[in-house]
């Protein structure tokens, strides 16, 4: 699992726009653009739920009943996990989400238990190596491209090339 950001001046603040998975099933999901703009508390409602419906369709459907759901998240240790975190704690009661935080405030491990029952570590304390390494390794697909700094910019959106 990965995640893109994008700071927008109109709030002071960053946001998730992208957040891509791959393993059982590979999927992009983007944040609406148009509803940013204009409520942005709805369009990260509507980014994350898409997200853990999707999750959760996983563990209903592709693994036996009550495994446990393990992602390995790039990035999990610094912006990424917050972000993460932060959703969890808008999407599911607050009490079944709980994280493993090592002695420089960074994330190892968030965990939401119950169902789903989900665990998101950081990948690159258990694998140092760049996400394509990663990847790699496992066999699963990576990127669909380079990273691009226009990514960063709200109107790479309007561009239907990706």
């Known amino acids: 699992m990965d995640l893109e950001t994008i700071y927008l001046d109109k709030f002071n ?3 998730p726009i992208a957040i891509s998975s791959c393993g059982v ?7 609406d653009k148009n509803l940013l703009l204009v409520d ?3 369009a990260l409602q509507d980014l994350w739920n898409q997200y853990f419906k999707y999750l959760e369709n996983i563990l209903a ?5 009550g495994n446990k759901l393990t992602i390995f998240a790039h990035n999990l240790s610094d912006f990424d996990g917050y972000i993460l975190y932060n959703g969890l704690l808008k999407h599911y009661n607050p009490d079944h989400v709980t994280s ?3 002695d420089t405030n960074t994330f190892i491990s968030i965990v939401h238990n119950g169902f789903p029952d989900i665990e998101w570590k950081e990948s690159l304390r258990i694998f140092p190596m760049s996400l394509d390494k990663l990847c790699k390794m496992f066999a699963v697909p990576g990127k669909i491209s380079k990273y691009n700094d226009n990514f960063r910019d709200l109107s790479f959106f309007n561009d239907e090339i990706y």
């Open 13 to 15: 603040a960053e946001f």
């Open 25 to 31: 099933k590979e999927k992009l999901f983007l944040i």
């Open 40 to 42: 942005h508390e709805r």
């Open 61 to 65: 459907n592709e693994l036996s009943l």
């Open 100 to 102: 493993l935080i090592d």
